[in-house]
């Protein structure tokens, strides 16, 4: 039996004209590229789509959900399955999110002190205590290549005092999960968290930073400010990280912040905007944005767009999938068509990015980009 491989990252070159990098990650699992996207697999499933459809979009790596997968089988039913990568048959890397976005997004179902969080299940009502220490479990459970220490999210707007609080917690939580003895093949990020006060992330990202962990996460972004704060934190955080170390920008977002993050030296991304907005019509091209059910694709024989390479753009007309959108029909066919399409449209963009970086012309490639890229 080989010994596992432990993770590692290797920063392969950075854009002479902005803060762009071009990376490589290694894991037991496989080795991805940065920048990459991430799909999201809230419950070891990214909605609609197969593991085949995945790398068929050419997927790399793909998210899941500590607070969900806990919920509902529960971690001890998948490790039985022989833990998350058999359970849901992905044989590639797996990053699993701790379950501090839902601190933020489920706060009528928990109650949070210092010691940690407790969750009332959205699904049935039981209480589920999550202790840093306890989601670090879990997540040994789940055996996800990569694991995110339990953190205080908090959303804008919110008062200076109260993001001192939680980012304070959200570290004293890290160091806490830090001493956790992790298999050899998993690597645990830390947090940066602060909301939009410049001086908090600052503290933060530095305190991280000496914690000299595998990589580091920038959360409690895109929870309701604005896109100058979002760049002014990306700047002000990734100036402190250490370069030898991969950021991830957790839960974002636009394919405009993706150009906008990635200029900004940011490497990982998740969001589940290109799989929720297939699902209500919404589909992402090199033009912009665009809503299939419009009536102004009811006769269109083009393909969703001329650029990509997908199954569902080389094989059917904006006008077939207007019509298995259309109140009388709605076809889950369609669903899975768009969800193949944009996750291949958010992959393509990423891997558009290496190659721009990689030929020191990635200040072009952002400038036509934004050039060309216009909301329907």
Sequence with gaps: MTDKKKFNFKLL????????????VSTSHGIFPTPIFMPVGTRAVVRTMTPRDLKEAGSRIILANTYHLAVRPGEKQIEKFGK????????GPILTDSGGFQVFSLADLRKMNDDGVIFRSHVNGDLYNFTPEKVVEIQQCLGSDI?????????????YDQAKLAMTRTLSWLKRSAKINL????AMFGIVQGSIYPDLREYCAKAMRDLDMPGYSIGGLAVGEDKLHMKNIIEIVNAILPENKPRYLMGVGTPEDLVIAVARGVDMFDCVMPTRNARSGGFFTWDGKRQIRNAIYRDSQEPLDQQCPCYCCQTFTRGYLHHLFSKKVEEITGMIMLTLHNLTFYLNLTGAMREAIAQERFDEFQKNFFARYRKE
């Design 183 to 186: 298999e050899p093949d998993q």
């Design 147 to 159: 694991i995110m220490p339990l953190d205080h999210c908090i959303g804008w707007p919110c008062t």
């Design 13 to 24: 070159a950075t854009d002479p004209n902005t803060q762009a990098r071009l990376g490589q």
């Design 84 to 91: 998350l990568h058999k359970f849901m048959a992905w044989d």
